[in-house]
């Protein structure tokens, strides 16, 4: 059954109400807000060879086509788990119909959908933590958001296609990564939402950014190969030359949502100005991800900061804070409970570890933090939260001066000292593989 509505009438540009907000499945609004009032858009305009994309529907159309075919290069590190199927952005939706999930769940009927979400999204919000083994929570979790905040009637969203793009996101992210999964992308999600739900947020947010801010978070990592930018320059990978080795991952994760919010026909019903400036925009948070640009966007937010210039009825500034939420939900993982933190940081490295095992047996030079015989995960934790986590997270907590803010402080900083005290047996066991434990059911508070 497919759920018809209006297209949208009277565009707004302002909050969510608060009635919309908070009351779970409590949808009541009848206008929709498609206006996108955010900075000017970024435009690539890159050539790979003979083949133009300066348009984004050739772009996207370009990924489809690297996606489908069987010859284009990958990276070794992803070959060697090529025993399983590895599917990548498009042709995963050939094998959509068979896969565990969809024969599950993209049938699923109302009833069932408010069933999962009624069960499970409890769990998920209010004490800001999420199950995160369930094999879908990125499916759930933002489906659950999606309700939770009025953005299906906001929108006028086909539940049923929304359901279908979330699997579609889900199912091209590439799950034999120990880090870079859809596990990771729940994380994210989960945290940007905590973030969107801070005083000054929620009070100033759109709709529209609150839509974006969900869309971002979910999809900011898709199709991730479990390698970093270096790694892909250097074996001259189809990305590299495709991005001109600028931001290469992150652009692919932008196309590929765009690509997928094309596919799955979510939007089709706005006006295209407003679905082109919502993709632009969309680009613009992910690329924002882009962790060997954090200085930049760090300086622009401590200067914002000293200069308390940042004015939240401003879209500009409403998005630049956006990008920063997305960012600290990118790298909030060491600022979790100790339990939870201590896990992502052997996923993480375990991936780093594997890159560096693939760059040693191609005669690469290793990269850095990937040499398993010269890092350990303490010494790898100890430097991230130093030099990255703790810079951002105390100016985030100067904009956000908020409990949540004190509590992720808390927690990082409890984590740093314990792995620069961890006893010497623990250490030891740090170094090991833990790919094969799983993620316990946590949040981000005590
Ligand atoms: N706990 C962690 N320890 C070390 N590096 C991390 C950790 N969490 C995230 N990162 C890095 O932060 C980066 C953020 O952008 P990426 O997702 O591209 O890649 C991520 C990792 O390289």
Redesign the pocket.
């Known amino acids: 059954m497919e759920v018809c509505y209006q297209l949208p009438v009277l565009p707004l540009d302002r909050p969510v109400p608060k009635h919309v907000l908070g009351r779970r499945g409590a949808i009541c609004l009848t206008s929709s807000p498609i206006l996108f009032g955010g900075p000017a858009p970024r435009q690539l305009s890159k050539r790979r060879g003979a083949i133009s994309y300066d348009s984004s529907d050739q772009t996207a159309l370009y990924i489809r086509m690297l996606g489908m075919s069987a010859s284009h290069p990958r990276t070794d590190a992803v070959r060697s788990e090529a025993e399983q199927p590895v599917r990548s952005v498009l042709s995963f939706q050939k094998n959509l119909h068979s896969s565990h999930y969809s024969r599950n769940h993209t049938h699923a009927t109302h009833h069932t959908l408010d069933q999962e979400y009624i069960g499970q999204a409890k769990t998920f919000i209010p004490l800001c933590s999420f199950f995160l083994d369930t094999g879908k929570s990125l499916v759930d979790l933002t489906l659950h958001l999606f309700i939770d905040y009025g953005l299906i009637k906001l929108f006028r969203l086909d539940l049923l296609k929304l359901r279908q793009f979330l699997v579609m996101v889900h199912e091209a992210y590439r799950r034999q990564n120990p880090?870079?999964n859809a596990l990771?992308a729940a994380d994210v999600t989960q945290a940007m939402y905590c973030y969107m739900q801070e005083p000054q947020l929620s009070e100033s947010l759109t709709s529209c950014d609150i839509l974006l801010g969900l869309l971002a978070a979910a999809t900011h990592?898709l199709d991730?190969p479990g390698v970093?930018q270096t790694f892909l320059i250097k074996t001259n990978h189809y990305l590299a030359s495709l991005y001109q080795n600028a931001s290469v991952?992150?652009n692919h994760h932008w196309k590929c949502a765009v690509s997928l919010l094309r596919e799955s026909g979510l939007l089709s019903h706005f006006p295209s100005e407003d679905r082109q400036n919502l993709e632009e925009r969309l680009g613009s948070l992910i690329l924002a991800?882009?962790?060997s640009r954090q200085n930049e966007y760090l300086s622009q937010f401590r200067a914002h900061l000293d200069r308390a210039d940042l004015h939240l009825n401003n879209s500009q500034n409403r998005h630049f804070i956006l990008q920063m939420a997305l960012k600290c939900a990118?790298?909030c993982?060491?600022c979790r409970p100790w339990h939870i933190?201590k896990l992502?940081?052997h996923k993480?490295?375990d991936e780093?570890f594997s890159q560096g095992d693939s760059e040693k047996r191609q005669n690469l030079d290793v990269s850095i933090?990937c040499d398993r015989n010269a890092n350990t995960v303490a010494k790898?934790?100890i430097g991230?939260i130093s030099f990255?986590v703790e810079p951002l997270f105390l100016e985030w907590a100067r904009f956000s001066d908020t409990p949540l803010s004190q509590i992720m402080l808390g927690h990082m900083t409890s984590n740093k000292y314990k792995w620069t005290h961890l006893p010497q047996e623990d250490l030891r066991e740090s170094t090991q593989s833990t790919s094969s434990k799983t993620l316990p059911q946590g949040g981000l508070g005590p």
């Open positions: 880090y870079h990771h990592d991730h970093n991952l992150e991800t882009d962790i990118d790298i993982n060491p933190s992502w940081s993480v490295t780093f933090l790898i934790q991230f990255v």
